[in-house]
């Protein structure tokens, strides 16, 4: 590992840069990239944007969002993932510093097809062309050890499709953000899950995740987020994204059982058919029978239909401002990425550059963060946290960033911290106006409201702060 101070912690400035249109013209996202660069004192003349954040020789990391190889919605491939004219400039500007190898690694959605989210996005062809030329650039790599396909609502999934020895296990025990709501009765969740298998990973006294070795092993790590809304998080963007760094999906706490006022999160107060879904649910996950799996899943249509009659739009996976899980488990992934070591042990200081460039070309609003509709920014933001770049894209979703929690309990005092500033002293600068984000972006004409997810409405800019779906 190269020895070197990152301001991981320290650095609030965020740059932002506006291109002329909506759209991905190389030449537009080059030159917005240099001007984030070289506001952000990045760049460094002979050695390119990243000259002053890439040591020679590093290993780098780049981590974009490929969730999925097709928009849920009608609505296109691009408010999705992250452009590929975006990956290919910051690869290009990365190879200017002389690195000893650049990977572009992710763990999309288990049920991703990755050669068709590959061949779709123009990824595959660019990057096979790219390790031709050269030899420094090793290609994309799918992170998974785990993908799935749905027959008949039935989820059928092929296991241990990556050896172990390339992923590293941590357990942040008791220091990990869930451990507050950790108990004995098991209450983690994720869809389409066993939660038997959440139970052997996350409880009192033991929360583990399992990265991808070639996340650790690198010396920098440049996060490439496309700025999306976000059904469970709220947002999307440099905070949500490393849940692409784990490899198993069992590792990955996204709620848990029940309403709040059972002491759950997957929705608002107590309902007795949602709670009956939630059964038929487990009951499904659980099952090794395909018959039995298909039948629980014929009757919790059934109860789905009565939801819908009535009218509900939230559901029971944890899709509204009250979940209290995602953004603990988010959060811990960020700070193993910080902190973590290749013997899954956590050291007391960074150890490896991370920053952080955020597609805002097109982003995506509406029910993300798998159909997401296109929300024509025009912009590309940058900084050296996470969280100061949050809170600037929540500001451009039309979000109170102090009413998503993912953003405003990152700044929280932890052990392992993922800043060492606050939020007044966060500045954006750039081709807008420089100040505070608050500031500039209200005095910033946006062209039209931002449609939020049902369940996060109260969190928009002007809203009561209390549940309102």
């Known amino acids: 590992m190269i020895d070197f101070e990152p301001e991981i912690l320290t650095?609030?400035?965020?740059?932002?840069?506006?291109?002329?249109?909506?759209?991905?013209?190389?030449?537009?996202?080059?030159?917005?990239?240099?001007?984030?660069?070289?506001?952000?004192?990045?760049?460094?003349?002979?050695?390119?944007?990243?000259?002053?954040?890439?040591?020679?020789?590093?290993r780098i990391l780049i981590k974009p969002n490929l969730v999925l190889h097709a928009n849920e919605g009608?609505?296109?491939?691009?408010?999705?993932?992250?452009?590929?004219?975006?990956?290919?400039?910051?690869?290009?500007?990365?190879?200017?510093?002389?690195?000893?190898?650049?990977?572009?690694?992710?763990?999309?959605?288990?049920?991703?097809?990755?050669?068709?989210?590959?061949?779709?996005?123009?990824?595959?062809?660019?990057?096979?062309?790219?390790?031709?030329?050269?030899?420094?650039?090793?290609?994309?790599?799918?992170?998974?050890?785990?993908?799935?396909?749905?027959?008949?609502?039935?989820?059928?999934?092929?296991?241990?499709?990556?050896?172990e020895d390339r992923f590293i296990l941590f357990d942040l025990g008791q220091d990990s953000l869930l451990e507050p709501i950790s108990d004995s009765h098991d209450p983690f969740r994720v869809t389409c899950y066993d939660p038997r298998l959440l139970a052997k990973t996350h409880g009192p006294g033991h929360h583990q995740y399992l990265i991808a070795k070639d996340v650790i092993d690198a010396d920098v790590v440049i996060n490439l987020p496309k700025l999306k809304t976000h059904k469970k998080a709220g947002i999307t963007c440099a905070l949500k994204n490393l849940i692409g760094i784990n490899g198993n999906k069992e590792f990955l706490p996204h709620h848990r059982l029940g309403g709040s006022s059972s002491g759950g999160d997957c929705y608002p107060n107590f309902n007795p058919i949602k709670r009956v879904l939630e059964y038929t649910s487990d009951r499904q996950n659980t099952t090794s029978s395909f018959a039995a799996a298909r039948a629980w899943h014929g009757i919790?249509?059934?109860?789905?239909?009565?939801?819908?009659?009535?009218?509900?739009?939230?559901?029971?996976?944890?899709?509204?401002?009250?979940?209290?899980?995602?953004?603990?488990?988010?959060?811990?992934?960020?700070?193993?990425?910080?902190?973590?070591?290749?013997?899954?042990?956590m050291s007391e200081k960074p150890q490896r550059q991370v920053f952080h460039i955020v597609d805002a070309v097109i982003a995506g609003q509406g029910d993300g963060p798998l159909s997401p509709q296109p929300l024509p920014l025009g912009m590309i933001l940058a900084g050296n946290n996470a969280v100061a770049v949050d809170w600037v894209g929540a500001y451009l979703l039309g979000y109170d960033p102090q009413c998503i929690p993912l953003i405003g309990q990152a700044l929280g005092d932890f052990r392992w911290p993922i800043t060492s500033f606050d939020a007044t002293d966060i500045e954006l600068i750039g081709e807008l106006k420089t100040g505070p984000p608050e500031q500039v972006i209200r005095e910033w004409k946006r062209s039209t409201p931002v449609i939020h997810p049902v369940g996060w409405r109260d969190a928009a800019l002007g809203t009561p702060k209390k549940f309102v779906g």
């Open 11 to 58: 650095n609030s400035d965020v740059a932002l840069a506006t291109l002329p249109s909506p759209a991905y013209p190389d030449s537009q996202v080059d030159k917005a990239l240099l001007s984030l660069t070289q506001r952000l004192e990045w760049f460094e003349e002979g050695r390119g944007p990243f000259g002053k954040m890439i040591p020679r020789g590093a």
């Open 74 to 163: 009608p609505w296109g491939i691009e408010p999705l993932v992250t452009h590929l004219s975006l990956i290919r400039a910051v690869v290009e500007g990365a190879l200017l510093a002389q690195p000893s190898e650049i990977l572009v690694g992710d763990a999309p959605l288990q049920g991703c097809d990755f050669p068709q989210l590959m061949s779709i996005t123009g990824l595959g062809e660019w990057a096979d062309r790219k390790r031709m030329v050269e030899p420094v650039f090793k290609g994309v790599r799918d992170f998974r050890r785990t993908t799935c396909v749905f027959l008949n609502g039935v989820r059928l999934a092929a296991e241990g499709l990556q050896a």
């Open 300 to 345: 919790g249509k059934q109860f789905q239909r009565v939801l819908l009659m009535m009218g509900d739009k939230i559901g029971t996976e944890g899709s509204w401002s009250g979940n209290d899980t995602i953004w603990r488990t988010c959060l811990d992934l960020n700070r193993i990425l910080l902190y973590g070591q290749s013997n899954g042990m």
